[in-house]
């Protein structure tokens, strides 16, 4: 579990030209990750609810689809990731989209990166459960939010690591996962307000009404038992 590791990842999974990490979240995967990626996506955006031109920060950025995806609805993004193979691939890829001159990238660390409050919006999406401290991160991105400015964080639950042993022990790379009530404490501490937290539900259609009624009573007893412990992690908070 060391940082060389997060920067070997690339190298370690097929390299620069792996089909996934160039196309993310459309080939190269499976159509039910794929469609769990644009889902949290079509989310991030209805959650953030910015202006076009605003300036988004993608902390931990790995290969570049969500600031792509940003850009494309008119924000200016900086991303930043730990690895500079992951950075590479996201500068490719936002030229390959023709939104290389809305986007800028850097290779940074989230638990010392130290940003002017230029942003109107910091993304933390699937990359803080592979640091150690995400007090620091928190922090970091308190302090690179303009006053008003908004936090969206998008991690793996509180089981994650556990199911994720295998991937360790097999790249080195940290595998996390949170409750949610000890990230919101953690944002509070950081100086963040207005603190939500979302349960995605994940349920697009249903074959018919009444399986729309059973799923929904389902997941009211579902989602109240697990919420805390079991369930992806959203949580918005402002600056
Ligand atoms: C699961 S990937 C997700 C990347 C991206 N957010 C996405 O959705 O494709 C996790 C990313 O976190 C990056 N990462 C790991 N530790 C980091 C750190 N300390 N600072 C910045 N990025 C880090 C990894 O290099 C990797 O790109």
Request: contains cysteine; proline residues 5%.
């Amino acid at each position: 579990m060391s940082k060389q590791d997060e920067i070997d990842y690339v190298k370690n999974t097929g390299g620069l030209t792996r089909v996934w990490l160039n196309e993310k979240p459309f080939r190269g995967g499976n159509p039910s990750e794929s469609a769990r990626l644009l889902r949290d996506f079509a989310a991030i955006i209805e959650l953030l609810n910015l202006a076009e031109g605003a300036r988004v920060l993608d902390a931990g950025c790995g290969p570049g689809w969500t600031s792509a995806f940003f850009a494309r609805m008119g924000y200016r993004v900086t991303g930043f990731d730990l690895a500079p193979d992951m950075v590479t691939l996201a500068e490719r890829r936002a030229a390959r989209e023709g939104v290389g001159a809305q986007c800028e990238f850097v290779v940074a660390d989230s638990e010392t990166f130290d940003f002017p409050p230029e942003f109107d919006a910091v993304v933390v999406y699937d990359t803080l459960h592979h640091v150690q401290r995400e007090d620091l991160v928190l922090r970091n991105c308190f302090r690179a939010l303009k006053p008003g400015g908004k936090i969206l964080i998008a991690e793996p639950g509180f089981l994650h690591g556990q199911r994720a042993v295998a991937v360790t022990e097999k790249l080195g790379v940290t595998e996390r996962g949170f409750d949610p009530r000890a990230l919101k404490k953690i944002l509070a501490q950081s100086g963040f307000h207005d603190i939500r937290h979302f349960v995605p539900t994940y349920r697009a259609f249903m074959p018919s009404p009444f399986a729309a009624l059973k799923t929904a009573l389902y997941d009211l007893g579902y989602y109240f038992a697990l919420a805390h412990t079991h369930l992806q992690v959203w949580l918005v908070a402002r600056k």
